[in-house]
């Protein structure tokens, strides 16, 4: 069966996407003023539909931000139908992944998007994120609501600062296997040298080619949709402006990752690698510490390998 699109390539109906970055960086926003466009049958962003539009019902859940003080003024401000915005009440009990409610309201208001924001919040109490064999379950219980349905699942996740401060590719909290389960991946961060333009990168992409980076701005005038932006993953992610030379730790950063990504390699190896663009072996230290990398003893030899 063809996979149909809330936004192709970036969310599609029937499939969980996950939306990861930093506090302040934008993503509610950005996931506010996608909600807004679907509630008035807008067209998303550098998109040409095919079809007339309908609007469609929004279930947005939060369990970060007040409804009524917070949510509802930011809607407005981004030019939500607020009718077109409806909430499951958690008064007398906390929504999770795993409650029947959530096919229940998606059934009854034929919503197109369900927005979970955080993640965290909506595991379930006795869900530890961070093991495997517990996330697997509530993931898939989600997903084959999302298929059922033809509903776009949308989560909110934060970004794990364990791995230092500068960011790294899939650094989202909790097991891999978020990541795993979503079929889409979407990075929303700052511009670094225009830190009112937040752009949303593709970082994964199971069922489409990657798109490309969208950018908006959040400013004193507001929100505003700026569209197709020129931005590679490395601008985002580690703050390399590609108007200045990048330093000796943002291009260690870079090297490690493309040699880690699906490997397992002797730090020997990627010592040797980095030398040969003069990275010294405290520069290469320094930028494994930031990603996470993990050092593990085989034999004679130290091996690294990426923390997801």
Known sequence: MAVRWLWYPYIPHGKITLVQGDPGDGKTTFVLAVAALLSNGS???????????????????????????????????????????????????????????????????????????????????????????????????????????????????HMNKAAGQTKGLYRGLGSIDIAAASRSILLVGRDKDNLNTRVMAHLKSSLAPEGKPIAFELDEGGFRWVGAYEMSIEELLYGISPEREPTKGAQAITLIHEMLRGNEVPSAEVYSRLAEYDISKRTAENAKGKIGVVSVKKGAAWIWKLPY
């Open 43 to 157: 067209p998303m962003p550098e998109t040409e539909p095919t079809e007339i539009i309908t609007p469609q019902t929004v279930i947005y859940q939060t369990a970060e931000d007040g409804l009524a003080d917070t949510i509802k003024p930011r809607l407005v401000e981004v030019g939500a139908d607020c009718s077109k915005v409806v909430v499951i009440d958690e008064s007398e009990q906390p929504l999770s992944f795993s409650d029947g409610r959530i096919e229940q309201a998606i059934a009854a208001t034929q919503a197109g998007l369900l927005i979970l924001d955080p993640l965290q919040a909506y595991l379930g109490v006795d869900v530890d994120m961070h093991r495997a064999n517990e996330i697997r379950p509530i993931f898939k219980t989600l997903g084959n609501v999302a298929e059922r349905t033809g509903c776009a699942m949308l989560i909110i996740g």
